[in-house]
């Protein structure tokens, strides 16, 4: 999961003051051991190695290689410098054409498919949303409530009997294609819950796994309203949604309300439709999917998927994760925390929540519980845990209730 951890010189934990049960954020350091050389890099190599599939160290590309939604030809587009080259702009192998397509000559229909649990269940604003959406101009009729392995919201292409006919190598009339943007949406309030309680690292997860190259994620309404008077929670949205933009590779779209979401959704739908709706749309969409040449293999745009593959591949994915996984993800949303500490806490034994809380359940005192992980021997090259850290963890685990402050 290299790239989006919550720790490595982001914010950590100081013990809190004796006499009270809270759990104090401070500011923190990193886990790199500063009076030990580190190995270096080698020129061009990835910033972490993938192989960790099936470990707790398992990354989103680890788990994309090994579906059946990996690319066919070679490992991705070419890069320099740890980032990928630049891929040609849509516009190229998808034209646009400057007038609608004629519905009764179209090669395929785009729809907009939102998450059942963005629109039903408890609540009057998830109702209303579906509604607001389907009363968007664009989106009338293009709107699939369906429950997605992943994300928020999907586009797909379904080719009609006339692009079935009309293109060369076309799919049987009636299947969907995945098309190429996957979202999760959040409101200010969900945005500000979600990353508090690590859910937010676990969808971008999966969704950064599915292979869709162009994840995006929609953040609904005021995030400083959201956040309120706490700046420190304010710094770690920030920053957070910086790190899903600059390394994970997401969109953050931010709209106003659900009016600004729903006109973004149906410019998608439009253009997506636009590029896709003629024939020769079509024709270029599919070569540019079994292009041969590994340089220019993008994930998820080489091969073609229908809607019914991709879903299952990634539901197989999430059904295969162990609780030492999902264990992993928690910890990198806490600060200070990243792979290398992860390794180091799970290596000891705590491999589960459970494991640690008993652990705490067995101390003798809280001075013994907070110096508990700052016992633990790091691996070469590495810094232990600090004893600010030890202590976040016991007061997290142990305190009822919890307060935040920066140092």
């Not at 490992?75 to 007038?99: E, K, Q, T, Y």
């Not at 039903?120 to 949303?129: C, L, M, Q, T």
């Not at 190598?169 to 949406?185: F, H, K, N, P, Y």
């Not at 090259?381 to 016991?394: C, K, M, Q």
């Amino acid at each position: 999961m290299s790239g989006w951890s919550g720790g490595d010189g982001g914010l950590v934990a100081s013990p809190a003051s004796p006499d009270d049960n809270q759990a104090v954020v401070v500011i923190s350091d990193s886990e790199d051991a500063g009076s030990q050389p580190l190995p270096m890099a080698a020129e061009g190599a990835a910033p972490m190695a993938v192989g960790g599939l099936g470990t707790h160290m398992q990354t989103a590309a680890d788990l994309l290689a090994a579906s059946s939604l990996a690319p066919p030809f070679g490992a991705g587009p070419a890069s320099a410098s740890g980032m990928n080259l630049a891929l040609s702009p849509p516009a190229v192998s998808h034209p646009l054409l400057l007038a609608p397509v004629d519905p009764a000559t179209a090669a395929t229909e785009v729809s907009l498919i939102v998450d059942t649990r963005d629109t039903r269940g408890s609540g009057v604003s998830r109702a209303a949303f579906f509604a607001r959406l389907s009363a968007e101009p664009g989106l009338s009729g293009r709107v699939l409530e369906r429950q997605l392995p992943t994300g928020d919201a999907l586009l797909v292409a379904r080719v009609t009997p006339h692009g079935s006919a009309a293109v060369e190598g076309a799919v049987l009339a009636g299947t969907e294609l995945v098309l190429d943007v996957l979202i999760e949406r959040k409101t200010a309030e969900d945005l500000v819950a979600s990353i508090k309680e690590a859910r937010l690292v676990e969808q971008a997860y999966f969704m950064a796994a599915s292979g869709r190259p162009s994840l995006v994620c929609v953040v609904e309404g005021d995030v400083a309203a959201a956040v309120g008077n706490d700046a420190e929670l304010g710094q770690r949205v920030a920053a957070y949604l910086a790190e899903l933009d600059v390394s994970v590779g997401f969109t953050v779209k931010r709209t106003n309300d659900v009016s600004e979401t729903a006109a973004y959704y149906a410019s998608l739908v439009k253009y997506r439709g636009m590029r896709l709706g003629s024939v020769a749309g079509l024709t270029a969409c599919l070569a540019a999917k079994r292009d041969a040449d590994e340089t220019s293999t993008v994930v998820g745009l080489s091969g073609c998927h229908s809607y019914e593959n991709w879903t299952t591949a990634v539901m197989e994915m999430r059904a295969g994760s162990s609780l030492q996984q999902l264990w992993a993800l928690q910890l990198h949303v806490l600060p200070g925390v990243g792979p290398a500490r992860i390794n180091n806490i799970l290596a000891a034994g705590f491999q589960t929540p459970a494991a640690l809380a008993a652990a705490y359940r067995d101390v003798k005192s809280v001075a013994e519980g907070r110096g508990l992980l700052a016992q633990l021997t790091p691996p070469a090259g590495r810094a232990p845990i600090t004893a600010s850290l030890s202590s976040f963890f016991y007061d997290l685990f142990t305190s009822d209730s919890y307060g935040t402050r920066l140092a």
